[in-house]
């Protein structure tokens, strides 16, 4: 079954850090972008960030707070923004080509993880 989920959602306070996993299973994210997404309560989703190859994309929103990484075991982002989270694998990229954060070019989407940061 091709799938993704996220884990590591949770209660966070406002300035401290929350890292967020996505794992795969029947698909990798060889040669794909990994993206996440975030939807806070009466908000659009918004694209937070990808991953793809080398190259690395973070919304203005996030930039500066958010990292994005891969290793072996799953992909972290540091958070302290409420909302659910998203991890998708999006369509297989030609080698070099930057991601985006366009949902149209993800096709297997986790069911989310819930952040809520207290002020």
């Known amino acids: 079954q091709v799938q993704v989920v996220e884990s590591g959602g949770g209660l966070v306070q406002a300035g401290g850090s929350l890292r967020l996993s996505c794992t795969a299973s029947?698909?990798?994210?060889?040669?794909?972008?990994m993206g996440w997404f975030r939807q806070a309560p009466g908000k659009e989703r918004e694209g937070v960030s990808c991953?793809?190859?080398?190259?690395t994309y973070y919304a203005d929103s996030v930039k500066g707070r958010f990292t994005i990484s891969r290793d072996n075991a799953g992909n972290t982002l540091q958070s302290e923004d409420s909302g659910m989270y998203y991890c998708?694998?999006?369509?297989?990229?030609?080698?070099?080509?930057?991601?985006?954060?366009?949902?149209?070019?993800?096709?297997?989407w986790g069911q989310g993880t819930q952040v809520t940061v207290s002020s």
């Open positions: 998708a694998a999006g369509r297989a990229l030609i080698g070099g080509t930057p991601c985006r954060t366009g949902a149209s070019q993800y096709t297997v």
């Open positions: 029947g698909i990798t994210f060889d040669g794909r972008p």
């Open positions: 991953l793809s190859g080398a190259s």
